[in-house]
């Protein structure tokens, strides 16, 4: 597709043409899930972002900090931003790594044990959205979802 607007489009590519901010399109979506899951796990005194954090330090841990920011897709401003009220908590655990210089998250007993509980809220969450949105609908954002992150990792390999 050309970027001169002065060059007529085919009709399949003014079919295919995204309308509106895409960015904002994903953070209204985003938040509505977000609010769902938050409503389900609150029961359980976590907030989505925290579960996840639990989860993944519980399947990936111990790892370093730096590794679970790269395998979650986000920051390290941001992982320890939400790291600090779980570390505080006594759920996760920063420890020595294999020398002085580096550290490891661990997932403690009390959090793996909280994590376990409030799984059942999140698998809660999870059916709600699923009958909400439709299993087919469901399906079709995973592969979406997984093919534009794709997109964006194999652009950071360049």
Same mark, same amino acid.
């Given at each position: 597709?050309?970027?001169?607007?002065?060059?007529?489009?085919?009709?399949?590519?003014?079919?295919?043409?995204?309308?509106?901010? !895409? =960015?904002?399109? %994903?953070?209204?979506?985003?938040?509505?899930?977000?609010?769902? #899951?938050? &409503?389900?796990?609150?029961?359980?005194?976590?907030?989505?972002? $925290? #579960?996840?954090?639990?989860?993944?330090?519980?399947?990936?841990? @111990? %790892?370093? @900090?730096?590794?679970?920011?790269?395998?979650?897709?986000?920051?390290?401003?941001?992982?320890?931003? =939400?790291? &600090? @009220?779980?570390?505080?908590?006594?759920?996760?655990?920063?420890?020595?790594?294999?020398?002085?210089?580096?550290?490891?998250? =661990?997932? !403690?007993?009390?959090? &793996?044990? %909280?994590?376990?509980?409030? $799984?059942? *809220?999140?698998?809660?969450?999870?059916?709600?959205? =699923? $009958?909400?949105?439709?299993?087919? !609908?469901?399906?079709?954002? *995973?592969?979406l979802l997984d093919k534009g992150l794709a997109a964006f990792h194999l652009a950071?390999?360049?």
């Amino acid at each position: 597709m050309s970027s001169d607007p002065h060059v007529s489009l085919s009709e399949s590519e003014v079919l295919l043409r995204p309308v509106g901010c !895409t =960015n904002f399109k %994903l953070r209204q979506l985003t938040r509505r899930v977000t609010q769902h #899951y938050d &409503r389900r796990l609150a029961l359980s005194g976590l907030k989505t972002t $925290q #579960y996840s954090l639990l989860s993944h330090v519980d399947r990936l841990g @111990p %790892l370093p @900090p730096g590794e679970l920011a790269r395998r979650m897709d986000m920051d390290a401003s941001t992982l320890s931003r =939400n790291l &600090r @009220p779980l570390l505080a908590a006594g759920w996760l655990r920063m420890d020595e790594g294999v020398d002085a210089r580096t550290r490891v998250l =661990n997932i !403690t007993d009390a959090g &793996r044990e %909280l994590r376990r509980r409030a $799984q059942r *809220h999140w698998k809660a969450a999870q059916v709600a959205l =699923n $009958q909400q949105l439709g299993p087919a !609908t469901v399906v079709a954002l *995973h592969e979406l979802l997984d093919k534009g992150l794709a997109a964006f990792h194999l652009a950071d390999s360049d």
